[in-house]
Each structure stands twice: as C-alpha cells, then as structure tokens.
C-alpha cells in the first residue's frame, strides 16, 4: 500500500492543511474538489473539459455502474480510466448512500443490503464484499468502504447503524484484495458528539489510508456540521486525508477547510447549472431572469474559465430560453471551476499563512442559500 498511496501535510494553518496525495494515476493537491462523474460521466462535460478546468480527480458511482452497464463490462474494457478516457485519478463511493436513500425499496440486514433497481424494479443485495468487488473491478484508486448513511437526529438508530457501519467496514477490509487501491474507512455517527468521536476512534485503529466522513449534509444545520468536523478531525489521525463526503456549497468547503478536510465532492455545481444558476463571489445568480437579457458582461468578471472568457450572460440566457444544452455544458463548467479555484486558493493561502483572513474575506462576501 505505501509504494501506491502517501499523504503528506506540507503546511498547516490552524487546522487548515494543505498537502499532496500520491496515487497511481498522479498526486493530487490538497484541499480539493471532486467533481461528480456518477455514470463514468461528469455530466454534459467530456474529460478534456475536465483538464482544462484543472480538475485533479474524479468520483464515480459504484451504485449506477454496478447496474448499468455492469462492472464486469468495465473491467473487461480495461477498468474505469480507459472505459471513461480519464488519466487522472479516480475515487469511486460505496454505493451505500444510493442504497440507502431508496428507502422505499430496500431492506437493510446484517449481511448487507436488499434493494430494487430504479431502472427496472429487479432485486439485488449489495454487501461489504460485493461493494469491494465491485470497486475492485471498475480499478479506482480510491475506494469507499460500505457504510450505512442514517437519518441524522434519531440517536438510538445512529448507534445502531454506526456499529453496522464498523462491523462492514472490517469485512470490507477484509474483502479487499488489490494492492493498488485504496480503501477509506468511513465515520458515522449522526449529529451526536460523543458516537462521532468513538466512530472516528473505532474507525482510526483500522488503520485505513485515509478516512471519508459521511452522514453530513443530510438535513441537518450547517452550524451542527461544522460542529460535527470539529469532534472527528480532532480524532482521526495528520498523516492521513479526511474527506468530507457530498458537500458542495462553497461555504461549506471553506468551513470544512478551516476544520481541517481536505477532499470534498458534490453534484451540486453541474446541477445548479441545470437548472441556470452560476457561482459567483457573492453567491448565485439565475441566468434564466429577464434582466440578463442584454447584459453583455460574462458571468464573472475575474474568471477566467472558457465560459467567461468567451461568453456574455445575454448568450447564455439566450441559451437557456432556447432550451440549447450548450446552456448546462457552459455553466457546468464555470461552476466547476468557480469550485476548484476556490480551493487552489486555499491552499496557496494556507501555503502563505493567510487562510484565516481569506477564509473572512469570502464567507464575508459570499452570500449563499
């Protein structure tokens, strides 16, 4: 595992960490964003859109390739780099947070867990082994330990679910057979204290090479979140990378940043731009409204994405009201690299000891929802 996989913490600031991940596919700079490439796609963006933005890695998901196209068929087409023509490194989740949120068609037990497809009604069980395997067959670099995502203020289902969630994570390190991945235990532990310092403890003296905290962004406060960062980063160990699963919204990664994470990913960025809203300083803004109409200025001044650099907000409302999926493709990738700038910028300012005053400086000015 160390000839593949080290974390190192080149500075600190606080707790603020800005440090370097080696992995087969390329050493990654942290803090990051991920974004999302759900069905070996980061959606209406190709990879080269992808390395023009200077995303560093990717996140797919084990759930929707399990069931299509199957990852015996990624893996006999040479694994997820080549199936998807990325270089770069690649984490893929557990499949449990999908699992889970079918709440309607699914039944959780011990052995794993017994689900129906969203795409024809058929039934499937996925377990601990059956989640290694398969990320073993899709060859990311990163993989996820299987995890049961609860509900987050029901204490006594919490507890329950946190130990499941330990209990799978052994068997899940057990399962795993490829020396050229690398498995991250995951924390639970809802918004309670004392479960998330015994998760982060429990999952700690497994000894993984890096650590995801999940259950987070699930309804609860951001004020309880961040709360919930600050107990588990003061558990879990330096030399490894924290990453805070799921969570997008650019205030979010800086508070996660003051708290010590390092990786982070969402949908969130290629979503809101679905749905015309663009990432700027202070905040978002919906470009579908009248009064971008005849604004000839590009959707931030100071970006210097393709986007802006070749765009004016009148062009892309004229997009979006003509129903033209360039309007998604655009906007994704400025709010893309609105994300992956924003945490470059972090780290140049942990690396200069001024994240503190860069981290005011925006959350001053950005004004999300």
């Known amino acids: 595992m160390t000839d593949f996989f080290k974390y190192t913490c080149t500075h600190q600031e606080g707790k603020a960490r800005a440090g370097t991940f080696t992995t087969p596919h390329g050493n990654i700079e942290t803090p990051m964003f ?28 084990t759930y929707h390739l399990y069931l299509r196209p199957g990852s015996d068929i ?3 087409l040479g694994g997820l780099h080549q199936f998807m023509n990325w270089n770069k490194p690649i984490l893929t989740d557990s499949g449990g947070f999908q699992v889970f949120s079918l709440s309607d068609t699914r039944k959780i037990c011990e052995n794993g867990v017994l689900f129906k497809s969203h795409i ?33 203020y029901d204490k006594a289902y919490n507890q329950k679910a946190m130990q499941r969630t330990h209990r799978w994570a052994e068997r899940c390190l057990n ?5 050229d991945q690398a498995l991250f ?21 497994m000894d993984f090479p890096g ?23 003061e558990v879990l160990p330096q030399n490894k990378p924290r990453y805070l699963m799921g969570v997008g919204s650019p205030e979010d990664l800086i508070h996660g940043v003051l708290r010590g994470v390092d990786m982070f990913d969402c949908v969130l960025p290629t979503r809101l731009a679905r ?26 001044d100071v970006c210097e994405c393709y986007t802006c650099q070749n765009f004016t907000r009148a062009y892309l409302r004229h997009l979006i009201t003509a129903k033209e999926s360039l309007s998604s493709t655009l ?19 942990i690396l200069d000891n001024r994240f503190q005053q860069f981290a005011n400086e925006f959350l001053e000015t950005y004004k999300g929802k």
Do not use: W
């Not at 009604?121 to 990320?135: D, R």
């Not at 399962?175 to 020396?179: E, H, T």
């Open 331 to 349: 906007i994704s990738i400025h709010n893309l690299q609105f994300l992956i700038t924003l945490m470059k910028q972090s780290r140049l300012a």
């Open 34 to 61: 991920m974004p999302v490439g759900t069905q070996a796609t980061v959606k209406t963006l190709t990879p080269h859109h992808l390395h023009d933005l200077g995303a560093q890695i990717i996140l797919s998901n």
């Open 120 to 152: 024809d009604g058929s039934s499937h069980e996925l377990t601990p082994e059956k989640s290694i395997a398969v990320q073993e067959d899709l060859g990311a670099d990163i993989i996820m330990a299987f995890d049961e995502c609860a509900p987050p």
């Open 74 to 76: 990624v893996a006999e």
């Open 185 to 205: 235990g995951i924390v639970q532990g809802g918004v309670f204290p004392d479960l998330r310092e015994q998760s982060a403890k429990t999952i700690v003296n």
């Open 175 to 179: 399962a795993k057979k490829r020396s």
């Open 211 to 233: 650590y995801g905290i999940g259950g987070l962004s699930v309804g609860e406060t951001k004020e309880e979140m961040n709360a919930m960062l600050e107990v588990v980063n």
């Open 275 to 300: 749905h015309h809203n663009a990432m700027i300083p202070t905040g978002r803004i919906n470009l579908k409204n009248n009064q971008f109409a005849r604004d000839a200025n590009p959707i931030d």
